[in-house]
């Protein structure tokens, strides 16, 4: 927190800046509001059980009474404990003194000025959170193996690193371990990470803070927010879209040095825009260290990444994850007793896309029955936690409602924005994201959001009763319920979506994690396999039927709409009754 920082960089920097001194001062469940119709909230933390709600404001004037006012209602909507205003540029008299009245009546206001800012900041340490709290920060084995490894080509003149870790193993903060190590070896070395979406930079800025002494500095550069340049040459890290700095090069503008520079998700490398950058950086190219970050080495067409990389340093994927126990243990369920074998035998050998099989030959569990089975899987786990992703807006709140009429927990629907235009307003969303956090809220059902971005744990069960026919967001929903916890052992998923190419991707994932265990009996962990069900048991006929029936299970998995790949067998299989 410097003079030049308060002053070269916009509201939203200042709203951030704030967010991270509040983290560094120990606080849990921070969340950023940042949004228009946040109800008076831009900043929500908790610290020893306490709420406490943050309204900031970069204004050239004093705060008046009517932001007081303001903060207060705010706290009435978040439930919320202690509030505190934020002024860069100080307070109006009348409201030290309603401070004072309010203090009477016991409500706790704080106001920090720009020297509370500065006080508040002497009283962290510089180091950072990862070096004072080392057992909530360790790199697991993997991950440290993988730092040395990049430190290691860096010492030998290597020109980047590649890193490939799946869903919920903790590439960034593989990528920011190795940042702060870079830095330790070249003092005042500046940083510019990119990736290809805004939401992923702000993720990525935050990923970071743990990692850095409180004495270095981030900013973002996007579509909304530049820093001018001589804030944008003082930034230790600089977090930015690729098309925001790519545009800054077509009109003429040159970019500071950069000593290193990380690309998130890089498999979308090859672009034009990555193409400018990288080049005009001469990043992996004998200028700046390139660092990559994905969870799969191929690029959307297909190709490698070998024009910017030489190897991945470290490569694990989904199976090895949950193989070795990188992972939670996965008890997966997919229910298939809903298959209409009747309609398979009336179309004996003709050809469907994947999107007239499923209308055709599926249909959907009925909502109570998907409650019943879900609050039957809340007693199997201790200190449940839930997920249910949803198709539409109303099916979220009626899931939401059916739980809740059972009422083994409590469960809050959440969404952002439906295609017809109703949403949820920024306050009910942040509140749900807040209870859920703190463990007041026992499960979301979601519709357009927690794909990305929530980082829950103890999340240990998830609900698929959504389509999604895109495999990246499919494993990222399923990783909200991998990563690992105390006291958690596994994550039930249950997944009752009529789809025939998530059984393609349930059926390939059980055959990878069958051939492991064949391979390595010694370090599998049980339960790591998907199971088909059938009146409550193992449905291994069903199975094999299936695998049978659907042949190239990578085909099928990502075929499109409208791809005429499959073909029915030319008779039903003896033995497997109807109606499984």
Not at 43 to 54: H, N, P, Q, S
Not at 544 to 553: K, N, P, S, V, Y
Request: hydrophobic share 40%; proline share 3%; charged share 25%.
């Amino acid at each position: 927190m410097t003079d030049l920082l308060l002053s070269g960089t916009g509201w939203q920097a200042f709203e951030r800046m704030v967010m991270r001194l509040v983290l560094s001062r120990g606080f849990e469940h921070v969340r950023l509001a940042d949004t228009s119709g946040d109800g008076g909230a831009d900043v929500i933390a908790t610290r020893e059980g306490k709420r406490w709600l943050f309204q900031v404001k970069r204004w050239r004037t004093a705060v008046g009474p009517e932001v007081v006012a303001e903060t207060l209602t705010a706290c009435r909507r978040y439930d919320a404990d202690i509030p505190v205003i934020v002024s860069r540029n100080g307070f109006e008299q009348s409201v030290i003194i309603q401070q004072r009245q309010l203090a009477a009546q016991g409500i706790k206001l704080q106001l920090w000025d720009r020297r509370g800012l500065f006080r508040q900041a002497a009283l962290t340490a510089d180091e950072s959170l990862a070096q004072r709290l080392p057992d909530r920060y360790e790199l697991r084995s993997y991950q440290a193996e993988a730092v040395d490894r990049m430190m290691g080509e860096l010492a030998r003149g290597a020109r980047s690193a590649l890193v490939v870790l799946a869903t919920g193993l903790g590439k960034t903060f593989v990528a920011a371990e190795f940042y702060r190590r870079f830095a330790l070896s070249r003092p005042n070395a500046k940083t510019l990470v990119l990736a290809h979406r805004n939401e992923l930079i702000y993720q990525l800025e935050r990923s970071f803070w743990p990692m850095l002494r409180s004495s270095q500095s981030t900013g973002i550069w996007n579509g909304y927010e530049r820093p001018d340049q001589e804030t944008l040459r003082n930034l230790d890290l600089v977090f930015a879209c690729v098309d925001s700095v790519a545009s800054s090069l077509d009109s003429g503008k040159g970019l500071p040095h950069f000593d290193l520079v990380v690309v998130d998700e890089c498999h979308h490398l090859g672009t034009l825009a990555y193409d400018n950058v990288l080049n005009e950086l001469s990043a992996g190219d004998g200028g700046a260290f390139l660092v990559g970050m994905t969870a799969t080495p191929w690029r959307p067409d297909g190709s490698t990444l070998g024009q910017w990389f030489d190897y991945p340093v470290v490569n694990i994927d989904l199976v090895r994850g949950l193989r070795e126990g990188y992972l939670a243990n996965v008890d997966y369920r997919m229910y298939t007793d809903n298959i209409n074998w009747e309609a398979l035998q009336s179309l004996q050998g003709e050809r469907f896309s994947p999107k007239g099989i499923n209308r055709t030959l599926f249909i959907e569990e009925w909502d109570d029955a998907v409650v019943e089975r879900l609050a039957e899987v809340w007693q199997e786990q201790r200190n449940p936690r839930g997920i249910v992703f949803c198709g539409t807006i109303d099916h979220a709140e009626k899931m939401a409602s059916r739980i809740n009429a059972l009422a083994f927990t409590r469960a809050q629907a959440i969404y952002s924005r439906s295609s017809s235009g109703k949403a949820m307003n920024p306050v009910s969303r942040n509140r749900a994201l807040w209870d859920f956090a703190e463990g007041r809220t026992g499960i979301l059902c979601a519709v357009d959001v927690l794909n990305e971005g929530v980082d829950v744990p103890d999340v240990n069960i998830v609900v698929f009763q959504r389509v999604t026919h895109s495999r990246r967001i499919f494993v990222q929903q399923l990783g909200r319920g991998l990563r690992l916890a105390p006291d958690k052992d596994r994550v039930i998923v249950l997944d009752f979506v009529s789809d025939i190419r998530r059984f393609a991707a349930g059926l390939d994932l059980q055959a990878s994690l069958g051939g492991a265990r064949d391979r390595a009996a010694a370090r599998v962990r049980l339960g790591n396999k998907v199971t088909f069900l059938n009146a409550g048991e193992e449905d291994q006929e069903g199975t094999q039927f299936l695998r049978e029936w659907l042949g190239d299970l990578k085909a099928v998995e990502e075929a499109g709409e409208d791809v005429q790949i499959l073909r029915y067998p030319p008779e039903l299989v003896p033995g497997i009754p109807k109606g499984r």
